[in-house]
């Protein structure tokens, strides 16, 4: 696999604080890389070093090839990024404003005329071409920001949180788009929704402080979650407690969690619990009114990757 985009030990320090620390990562033709990470954690930094909006403090980034900082024209000819907010010409009109990027881009004549209605026509936004940009929803204009940065059809996309503000709708739209354009492309796309990792991305690195934390596929991020191959089962409140002295008992169940008469039964590390779990059920004549297996929940692997670390202990204060 080639890597199109490539950023080897990335650092960004504003004054003294360090905000991205030491970030390497890859990404190859036909991966979609999901940027997570909490609020602060230096996402928007990384990826406008990556467009050559901001220097790094150190480290180096290659766009198919092409080093950010010493073939910059290179680089950004091969380059999509979609910068957090809104396109910032607020008096021009959808169709305004993208002709002028695509004029920026070296395009004109028909060849011009085309790439605005290609990219029109790939984020929908048909209906308001001749509005400005600021009497627009914040969903539209997210989309016009999306429309600018695949003018030109490039083999890399940075997208920083392109589904932010839109409606569900729109958010299965630009999911499918992006799962359209992938299999040519290698794009990175940072976001707060943890659906949508298992939803668009091939791969996601989670960042924390700065400093990459995981990187790793949907699938391995789901099993590193205590409720992967949890059964979670539904009974009637008759024979919880029983049900729940018997399940508790199985050797392959690390711990049962109980929330009314929902009982969710942890599964030991690599163990398959499930089927035991219906012998035992049905050995004993219980039935559940619902059983189902768990994947594992993203959320909680996110906070467990990305929580604070201990703090150091308070010193004991002397008794007065
Ligand atoms: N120009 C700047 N000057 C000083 N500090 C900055 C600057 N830009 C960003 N920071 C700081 O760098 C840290 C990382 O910010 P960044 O915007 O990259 O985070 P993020 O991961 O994109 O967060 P969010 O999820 O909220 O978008 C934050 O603490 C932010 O305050
Ligand atoms: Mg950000």
């Not at 030990?9 to 990562?25: G, M, N, P, Q, W």
């Amino acid at each position: 696999m080639t890597a199109l985009i490539e950023i080897e030990r990335l650092s960004k320090r504003f004054a003294e604080r360090t905000v991205v620390d030491d970030v390497s990562l890859s990404v190859a033709r036909g991966e979609v890389l999901g940027f997570l990470g909490p609020n602060g954690a230096g996402k928007t930094t990384t990826m406008r070093m990556l467009a050559g909006f901001i220097l790094p403090s150190a480290g180096t980034a290659r766009i198919a090839g092409f080093d950010v900082l010493d073939r910059p024209i290179e680089a950004r000819r091969r380059l999509g990024y979609l910068p957090e907010g809104a396109p910032s010409y607020p008096d021009m009109t959808v169709h305004g404003f993208l002709g002028f990027i695509a004029a920026a881009r070296g395009f004109s004549g028909r060849a011009k005329a085309a790439r605005v209605s290609h990219a029109v026509g790939l984020t929908e936004l048909g209906d308001v071409v001749n509005f400005p940009i600021d009497t627009l929803s914040k969903g539209f204009r997210r989309r016009v920001g999306l429309a600018a940065s695949l003018l030109h059809d490039p083999e890399t996309l940075i997208l920083d949180e392109p589904t932010d503000g839109l409606d569900p709708n729109q958010k299965h739209a630009v999911r499918t788009l992006i799962a359209t354009i992938a299999a040519e492309k290698a794009i990175i796309i940072s976001t707060h929704i943890l659906e949508e990792v298992g939803a668009v991305c091939s791969r996601a690195v989670i960042i924390a402080r700065g400093r990459v934390a995981a990187d790793d596929t949907p699938a391995g991020l789901l099993s590193r979650s205590r409720y992967h191959n949890a059964v979670t089962l539904t009974l009637a409140p008759g024979i919880v407690a029983q049900a729940e002295a018997l399940l508790g008992g199985l050797p392959m169940v690390a711990g049962i969690e109980r929330d009314g008469s929902t009982l969710t039964l942890l599964a030991r590390a690599g163990q398959e619990i499930i089927e035991a779990v219906g012998n035992a059920m049905a050995d004993a004549g219980l039935r559940a009114h619902e059983m189902r297996l768990e994947q594992g929940r993203l959320d909680e692997v996110f906070r467990a990757i990305t929580a604070a670390p201990p703090a150091l202990p308070a010193p004991r204060r002397e008794a007065a």
